[in-house]
């Protein structure tokens, strides 16, 4: 690999969407081919690779790529040794230890040898151990949540709603790791300061659009007499925008409100006085 250039592992799978629209969203343009595994990216200098995330997260370990998106769930299987410079929220989940009810006794499971199947097997086997629990670990390539009951007595998974578990008579025991799709550097890569400098750069760009997704812009018009009832209800990232209105009709206030919000302030501050609110979705945002 060149290294005058930044390599960046992209990962396939349920992952995928979500991280290439993260990065559209930032403005870095992603052109991947029907069958080609080295998507085109609008980052100056970076090539791209596509790879499954458990690789991404060997491939960082291993210093062979600068920067790649992965599942914190991996990188705590495989113990890589890199940097997590981003925590994109993106396709959360939970790995939990789940049996069927009837193998439950009073909501525990049975004092016996019992089959633990997973595809996470350190994960698995320091939860054994940290349980005291008298298990043989049996390696799952997918599809876990079906093995319950004649070829396993208990699995350790990932899951986001539980559904899955719910449709195979299985319920969660003990959570083991919440995970989500992050944004992890090598460590050679952290410790060049023209790499670190690009890398932070990359993470600023993708920040701005998460904090974008969590706030909305919110204006409105308010009397001079109801400007300060209106300000005590708005809260904003720092302080409002505040400008006069003609003809000294009173105020234009605007501010980036948090979206979960949204539905208590359009009221609130109706009633303190707002008038004309208008809410307007934002793209980004750079503190």
């Not at 009073?106 to 004092?111: C, D, K, T, V």
């Amino acid at each position: 690999m060149n290294q005058d250039t930044f390599s960046i592992a992209l990962p396939t799978g349920r992952m995928q969407a979500p991280v290439l629209e993260l990065l559209r969203d930032a403005g870095i343009a992603v052109e991947v081919g029907p069958r080609g595994y080295r998507p085109r990216i609008g980052l100056q200098g970076f090539t791209a690779k596509l790879l499954k995330p458990q690789n991404i997260a060997r491939m960082l370990a291993n210093g062979t790529r600068d920067l790649g998106f992965t599942g914190a769930d991996w990188i705590a299987e495989l113990a890589c040794d890199c940097v997590e410079v981003l925590d994109t929220g993106l396709e959360p989940v939970r790995l939990v230890a789940a049996a069927p009810q009837a193998l439950l006794c009073e909501g525990a499971l049975p004092r016996r040898r019992l089959r633990v199947a997973s595809e996470f097997e350190r994960l698995t086997l320091a939860w054994i151990q940290k349980r005291a629990i008298d298990a043989s670990f049996v390696r799952s390539f997918g599809t876990t949540e079906v093995l319950p009951p004649e070829d396993a007595d208990v699995i350790v998974d990932l899951v986001s709603t539980g559904a899955t578990l719910r449709a195979n008579g299985l319920v969660p025991l003990d959570e083991v790791l919440a995970s989500s799709t992050r944004l992890y550097a090598s460590r050679a890569a952290m410790q060049d300061a023209t790499k670190r400098a690009r890398i932070e750069e990359v993470t600023l760009l993708l920040r701005s659009v998460l904090d974008a997704r969590q706030r909305v812009m919110l204006e409105l018009n308010v009397a001079s007499d109801q400007l300060e009832a209106v300000l005590e209800g708005l809260p904003s990232m720092r302080e409002p925008t505040i400008a006069h209105l003609a003809h000294g009709a009173g105020f234009a206030v605007r501010a980036a409100v948090p979206r979960s919000q949204l539905p208590h302030l359009l009221v609130e501050l109706k009633r303190r006085g707002g008038s004309d609110l208008v809410v307007t979705p934002l793209s980004q945002i750079v503190a």
